[in-house]
């Protein structure tokens, strides 16, 4: 069970007997941090006596998993368990060391009060959410491998930056591309080059497989696509989506992208609120990039056409802008729903397409 289909970054599962390795592994490596207030069990005795005291009606266990690999990342019990009209529990949980501090837990917790108000009667505390098929997730991987490569590089490309400014060399963070580092090494301490000639090395490396990984995607895109959605954008937008035919109506696009704006009401008081970024973070922002290039690329665009004398007035203010951008972005979204599933032609939207 997860959050939602886009953003949630764990899951939610019993634990089982297969669980046995891994679970006591990430325990005996948690035991400096859990101490002394959390116990787990560290040997497959300790651990047989855990599962079979989670297996009774009085108490549930639930591992807290990365939804990206499935690793652990905590646990959340439920103990003395009292049902009928005096309802009480006690709730526990513990993070492993190596998934510690990074907010897992929190979003672990919120899954377990979502599904305990789901089971009191509550169907709009969680949401129904599509699992994509063996292909879908395969290319969705291929495409999201490329974009940590690329988060990688700028990982590494900063660390250097920030050794260097340590010992008062400012650089961009293209410094170690070859040109720049000819002129740069010349100036810099012998050690000093040895430490970054290890990082970029890495760099080396990570570069030729990103640059691998965004030809791969750019060239599966079709030859017909609109003008101004280059082939690694379009690539990125249909694995992120999947299947177009998942969605019923515009208002399922909008939401999954999570580009509609809130509202606070209360009474016959009520108030716009910013964007929601609930949905598919990736999927959004792809469209907003997208939305900027039309801007250059489809002038015919009717869609352009209606938030152009915002976005060119000089006039506009920045939050203007902003608000045009995005109504382009969620309103591309749903154009691109209703030309993929055949609602619509590419003429009708004022589109010029590359053949």
């Known amino acids: 069970m997860t959050q939602n289909d886009g953003d949630a970054r764990v899951r939610l599962r019993p634990l089982v007997p297969d669980d046995q390795d891994e679970f006591i592994a990430q325990a005996r490596a948690s ?62 949980y513990a993070a492993f060391a190596p998934a510690a501090g990074r907010g897992y837990m929190s979003e672990g917790l919120a899954l377990v009060l979502r599904l305990d108000r789901y089971v009191a009667g509550n169907p709009k505390a969680l949401a129904t959410v599509r699992v994509p098929s063996e292909a879908e997730e395969q290319k969705r991987i291929e495409s999201r491998q490329r974009e940590q490569l690329k988060r990688e590089v700028q990982r590494v490309a900063a660390q250097g930056r920030s050794l260097l400014l340590s010992q008062g060399h400012r650089e961009k963070n293209r410094w170690w591309q070859e040109k720049r580092w000819e002129d740069l090494q010349p100036r810099l301490p012998a050690w000093l080059a040895t430490r970054l000639e290890t990082f970029r090395r890495v760099l080396a490396t990570l570069t030729v497989e990103l640059a691998a990984a965004t030809q791969a995607l750019s060239a599966a895109a079709p030859a017909v696509r609109p003008k101004g959605v280059g082939g690694l954008t379009y690539e990125t937008l249909e694995r992120e989506v999947g299947d177009w035919q998942r969605f019923d109506n515009r208002r399922q696009v909008g939401s999954y ?66 608000k045009a951008i995005i109504a382009i972005a969620r309103q591309m979204a749903v154009d691109l729903w209703r030309w993929r599933t055949g609602r619509v032609q590419p003429e009708q939207l004022g589109w010029t397409m590359l053949a």
């Open 257 to 322: 992208t999570g580009l509609c704006g809130g509202v606070s009401a209360s009474g016959n008081s009520r108030h716009q609120l910013s964007i929601t970024k609930h949905g598919n973070a990736r999927l959004r922002t792809a469209l907003v990039e997208m939305a900027w290039r039309l801007m250059l690329w489809q002038p015919e665009c009717k869609l352009v056409k209606k938030w152009a004398p915002v976005l060119t007035s000089g006039r506009a203010t920045q939050a203007a802008r902003k």
């Open 31 to 92: 035991m400096g941090l859990h101490h002394p207030w959390y116990t787990m069990p560290t040997t497959p005795e300790a651990f047989q006596t855990y599962l079979a005291k989670y297996s009774q009606p009085t108490a549930e266990g639930w591992l807290v998993c990365l939804r990206d690999g499935g690793a652990l990342a905590g646990m959340i019990t439920i103990d003395s368990i009292v049902r009928g009209r005096f309802q009480s529990a006690t709730l526990s």
